[in-house]
Antibody, heavy 124, light 111 residues
């Protein structure tokens, strides 16, 4: 059974870069889309972006200028970098897998496996 | 951005009774392929969200059949035919037509 585990610093200073890693166990990172979601009291659940195992990415337009998602297939990991953070970036950050449900033409993707989440606080 | 609005925001329920949650989007969620790009997730206390329904009305693997989703255009409903104690938590709808945005959440508690 596939499991995801987020890791990274729990405290980041304002204006610095938040860096998190999601380790995939019990399955391969290949063949799937992988995503980052965050949850804060102020903004609820917020989609950050996703990456395909080939390396192609898609980001939330509101965060696009600050976000980079990458992956390392050799380590079965994917990562999130969010630059120039402020207190508004304080949140629980989740990684998740997109599962593709087959349609007559193409696929529909929904998040079927989630990590437990990691809390990141932005404070000096 | 497509804005998702859920109602009610708080729903006290009685075990064994039905319950329903409404989700309205600011734009139609009908894709050109004929499917509705709307999911429902449940976040149980202290846990990560888990998928219940995808494409408006399809139950995800392992989801009990007391959960059902319906709707069209901009209006969608999640129904629980007979609430069980384990169904407490916060329910979110999420649109997947343009990027992804979530509703504010509906907190379901046992009366």
């Amino acid at each position: 059974q596939v499991q995801l585990q987020e890791s990274g610093p729990g405290l980041v200073k304002p204006s610095e870069t938040l860096s998190l890693t999601c380790t995939v166990s019990g399955g391969s990172i290949s063949g799937y889309y992988w995503t980052w979601i965050r949850q804060s009291p102020g903004k609820g659940l917020e989609f950050i972006g996703f990456i395909y195992y080939s390396g192609s990415t898609n980001y939330n337009p509101s965060l696009k200028s600050r976000v980079t998602i990458s992956l390392d297939t050799s380590k079965n990991q994917f990562s999130l970098k969010l630059s120039s953070v402020t207190a508004a970036d304080t949140a629980i950050y989740y990684c998740a897998r997109f599962y593709g449900a087959r349609l007559r033409s193409g696929y529909y993707y929904y998040m079927d496996v989630w990590g437990k989440g990691t809390t990141v606080t932005v404070s000096s | 951005d497509i804005v998702m609005t859920q109602s009610p925001l708080f729903l006290p329920v009685t075990p064994g009774e039905p319950a329903s949650i409404s989700c309205r989007s600011s734009e139609s969620l009908l894709h050109s392929n004929g499917y509705y790009y709307l999911d429902w997730y449940l976040q149980k206390p202290g846990q990560s969200p888990q998928v219940l329904i995808y494409m408006g009305s399809n139950r995800a693997s392992g989801v009990p059949d007391r959960f059902s989703g319906s709707g069209s255009g901009t209006d969608f409903i999640l129904k629980i035919s007979r609430v069980e104690a384990e169904d407490v938590g916060v329910y979110y709808c999420m649109q997947a037509l343009q990027s992804r945005t979530f509703g504010q959440g509906t907190k379901v508690e046992i009366k």
